[in-house]
Nanobody, 128 residues
Framework: QVQLVESGGGLVQAGGSLRLSCAAS????????TGWFRQAPGKEREFVAAISSMSGANTHYADSVKGRFTISRDNAKNTVYLQMNSLNPEDTAVYYC????????????????????WGQGTQVTVSS
């Protein structure tokens, strides 16, 4: 069983930045496509960003975060990151990371079958 532990959330003012981390226990972490999702109060969970397995050559972002958020991975540390800049109150949510062996980066946001493993989430609150 793979365990994912997110960290780095917190309270930040609008315009500020945060970097989320997701540490995975999987020995084969580098084989997994990895994504970040978020869920705001009263809303459905939504896709944020995804990065392909191995070198992470392919990335995909939701339109709402494109140009502000950057996803990256460090396979040596079994960790995926989400650098969030220019945060606004609409970014307030619980952020979850997820791993999937078969769902492509482009489909992680639309596939109901995604994902194999999920973390417990980390709260991000952006004040105006």
């Amino acid at each position: 069983q793979v365990q994912l532990v997110e960290s780095g959330g917190g309270l930040v003012q609008a315009g500020g930045s945060l970097r989320l981390s997701c540490a995975a226990s999987a020995r084969t972490f580098n084989r997994y496509n990895t994504g970040w999702f978020r869920q705001a109060p009263g809303k459905e969970r939504e896709f944020v960003a995804a990065i392909s397995s191995m070198s992470g050559a392919n990335t995909h972002y939701a339109d709402s975060v494109k140009g502000r958020f950057t996803i990256s991975r460090d396979n040596a540390k079994n960790t995926v990151y989400l650098q969030m800049n220019s945060l606004n109150p609409e970014d307030t949510a619980v952020y979850y990371c997820a791993l999937d062996l078969s769902t492509t980066v482009q489909n992680m946001g639309i596939s109901r079958a995604c994902c194999d493993y999920w973390g417990q989430g980390t709260q991000v609150t952006v004040s105006s």
